[in-house]
Nanobody, 117 residues
């Protein structure tokens, strides 16, 4: 039903910035709740940020003030703008979509973000 493709990951120095994109295919994007998760090898997947269909956003405490999630419904795309990056932000970042009716949840393949000097 829904396909999600992340892009924009890469290597960045501490204190730098990076913008991740998640392009969605399929109908009904504007009615999906969207989120970014991240996962460090050996650890559980962590919710980073989420945005509702009416653009209400929430963030993990670890990224508040540094990351911004946004969506462009005309482009079926969700973004994660990351600034003041820290080495501990290094992870694979995944895009997530959820819908109410019919219920469903979808994941992208992930994009690697490495913060290192």
């Amino acid at each position: 039903q829904v396909q999600l493709v992340e892009s924009g990951g890469g290597l960045v120095q501490p204190g730098g910035s990076l913008r991740l994109s998640c392009a969605a295919s399929g109908s009904g994007f504007s009615l999906y709740g969207m989120a970014w998760y991240r996962q460090i090898p050996g650890k559980e997947r962590e919710l980073v940020a989420q945005i509702t269909p009416i653009h209400i956003t929430t963030y993990a405490d670890s990224v508040k003030g540094r990351f911004t999630i946004s969506r462009d419904n005309a482009k079926n795309t969700v973004y994660l703008q990351m600034s003041s990056l820290k080495p501990e932000d290094t992870a694979v970042y995944y895009c997530n979509a959820r819908r109410w009716a019919p219920t469903g949840e979808y994941w992208g393949q992930g994009t690697q973000v490495t913060v290192s000097s």
